[in-house]
């Protein structure tokens, strides 16, 4: 219907009718680099190249599990991917843009999410935020599943979501590791009951500290480790850690009243992680290092991954295991040609094959084990 000045239209007799459809439009705010996304429209178009043809000029990249394309402004090249309302996507922009979708309200057959064991990209396909508990009722969660986000994680221990996520939000895409060996299928309900105080946690970032990470945004993967922290041997809460690669502070995190850190760690390629306490006014560098790996999940509640530091060196004690295929090191980096023969402090790297990545730790190894 065009517009006219002062004209009335239709009349109680004869009214205009108006067919009301059901759609919706999404609005997504996106920041530079890398963000995780879902849809919870349906547009009538759901390849990829139409659902961000708005925002092409800033897009590079886009990923979904099984594929990518990119993006020159103009031109799409790569695999073709058609979006759907199940999977979560990875999206690389050149600068901060607002994508605005419009669709349909999601149908409950596209609301289905089905999770195999190992890593799952999945969408956040509801329409209001909802806490751990409610989203994944309907999936049962199993001891040792977790669900991360691009800052934070949390893992299912048998009763309860530890960790530093608490609750999904609209439009944001979510990795889910399923240790069942069956497939899960569930759907989020419609609604969440969340209050204000659940939802000022919903991207529970550590607050701002001594140590300075770079923006999580810069990659597109991460990893997650449980760690406890420990200083002299002794539990360490209320502490702010630093994880470093080379120069690169690539995350920070406190530790709860146990000692225990949850630890989201941004990268993409292999490299070696560092630790390091800001204690008393003082930084000190443990001796224990960690391979990092996209999706890695390292520690766990109930057996975390211990980084010890000590009050002049950081050097700590630990178990001497019968482990011969290692390097061996003295506290000062010289390298040993074979295990030493002499009671000592040591430092050790080692092939954990549980683990699959290579630590380095601090030994101690008395008399007793050497005779």
């Known amino acids: 219907m065009a517009f006219t000045k002062d004209q009335i239209a239709g009349t109680y007799a004869d009214p205009i009718l108006l067919n009301a459809l059901d759609y919706q439009e999404q609005t997504t705010s996106l920041t530079k680099g890398w963000n995780w996304m879902a849809l919870y429209v349906q547009p009538d178009d759901m390849s990829m190249q139409t659902v961000l043809a708005p925002i092409n000029a800033e897009v590079t990249m886009a990923k979904s599990q099984t594929g990518f394309m990119e993006s020159t402004g103009s031109e799409w090249y ?6 759907n309302n199940s999977e979560m996507y990875k999206i690389n922009l050149s600068a901060p843009a607002t994508l605005k979708v419009l669709g349909r309200v999601a149908d409950p057959s596209s609301r289905l999410i089905t999770v195999k064991q190992g890593w799952n990209w999945i969408a956040y396909n509801a329409t209001s935020a909802m806490s751990l508990d409610e989203a994944f009722a309907g999936m049962q969660p199993e001891d040792g599943d977790v669900v991360k986000a691009q800052s934070c994680f949390a893992v299912y221990d048998g009763y309860e979501w530890a960790g530093t996520l608490s609750l999904l939000e609209p439009s944001q895409g979510y990795m889910l590791y399923s240790v069942a060996t069956a497939d899960r299928t569930f759907a989020y309900p419609l609604a969440g009951q969340i209050d ?12 701002a500290g001594y140590f300075e990470p770079v923006d999580y945004h810069k990659y597109p993967d991460n990893m997650s480790l449980i760690a406890r922290v420990t200083f002299d041997g002794n539990e360490l809460p209320g502490a702010e850690i630093g994880i470093y690669a080379g120069d690169e502070c690539r995350s920070h995190a406190y530790t709860n009243d146990a000692g225990l850190a949850y630890v989201t760690i941004p990268g993409n390629a292999k490299t070696t992680l560092t630790f ?15 391979d990092y790996e996209s999706d890695g ?7 975390p991954f211990v980084i010890n530091f000590d009050t002049t060196t950081g050097i700590g004690t630990l178990t001497v295991d019968a482990d011969e295929n ?18 000592g402090i040591y430092i050790r790297k080692r092939y954990d094959s549980e683990a699959r990545r290579t630590v380095t730790e601090t030994v101690t190894i008395t008399d007793r084990e050497i005779e």
């Open 196 to 207: 204000k105080t659940a939802k000022a946690r919903a991207r529970r970032l550590p607050p």
């Open 78 to 83: 790569g695999n073709e991917i058609m979006m």
């Open 276 to 290: 390091k306490l800001l204690y008393k006014g003082k930084v000190y560098t443990s001796t224990t290092t960690l």
């Open 326 to 343: 290692t390097e061996w090191f003295t506290v000062s980096g010289q390298k040993l040609g074979r295990k030493p023969k002499a009671a």
């Open 297 to 303: 999940i390292v520690g766990s509640t109930f057996n």
